[in-house]
T-cell receptor, first 111, second 108 residues
Framework: EAGVVQSPRYKIIEKKQPVAFWCNPI?????LYWYRQNLGQGPELLIR????????DSQLPKDRFSAERLKGVDSTLKIQPAELGDSAVYLC?????????FGQGTRLTVV | KNEVEQSPQNLTAQEGEFITINCSYS?????LHWLQQHPGGGIVSLFM???GKKKHGRLIATINIQEKHSSLHITASHPRDSAVYIC??????????FGTGTSLTVIP
């Protein structure tokens, strides 16, 4: 079975442009996470979904970030407009019974 | 203060050496996870444990619940073990807390 699938793997955009990331979790995993990871740091939670409900979005910068998980399966994370400081790796993870599985991440570079 | 602290932050070893990475946590947990991240790659789960010890190949993970401490050991280290190793804990509310990672370099 495929693991957590993310796309794109890499994205380079100019500042002030919009960008979107997509994640398809492992089938049957109700919990989905979006994390941002800066170089040399651990992942930082942006948003956590239980099925289609966002249960923890306290760290999501809502002025420019948005996320959705329609039908409680795959999810998109959007940044509009992007800023230079948004350059990071964006990781999606899904979990079942406390075990988390991570996607390959999307490396975003804002220039 | 971070909920999860790892040490060392960086580690360089000669091929064949025995390696230990330590992790301490300060929150209640349902499980502790050891994760591996290669440069440019995603994160792979190595172990999930809530008590005792687990072994997979040359990797061993232990946890002491009373002391809120875990260790990841690598025996007979190899250059392909070079990666960032991240300790994370999870609770019954599906929340995860991550350490900042230990960057391991194994020199041939």
């Amino acid at each position: 079975e495929a693991g957590v699938v993310q796309s794109p793997r890499y994205k380079i955009i100019e500042k002030k442009q919009p960008v979107a990331f997509w994640c398809n979790p492992i089938s049957g995993h109700n919990t989905l996470y979006w994390y941002r990871q800066n170089l040399g740091q651990g992942p930082e939670l942006l948003i956590r979904y239980e099925n289609e409900e966002a249960v923890d979005d306290s760290q999501l910068p809502k002025d420019r970030f948005s996320a959705e998980r329609l039908k409680g399966v795959d999810s998109t994370l959007k940044i509009q407009p992007a800023e230079l400081g948004d350059s990071a790796v964006y990781l999606c993870a899904s979990s079942l019974d406390s075990e988390a599985f991570f996607g390959q991440g999307t490396r975003l570079t804002v220039v | 203060k971070n909920e999860v602290e790892q040490s060392p932050q960086n580690l360089t070893a000669q091929e064949g050496e025995f390696i230990t990475i330590n992790c301490s946590y300060s929150v209640g947990i349902s499980a502790l996870h050891w994760l591996q991240q290669h440069p440019g790659g995603g994160i792979v789960s190595l172990f999930m444990l809530s008590s005792g010890k687990k072994k997979h190949g040359r990797l061993i993970a232990t946890i002491n619940i009373q002391e809120k401490h875990s260790s990841l050991h690598i025996t007979a280290s190899h250059p392909r073990d070079s990666a960032v190793y991240i300790c994370a804990v999870s609770n019954t509310g599906n929340q995860f807390y991550f350490g900042t990672g230990t960057s391991l370099t194994v020199i041939p």
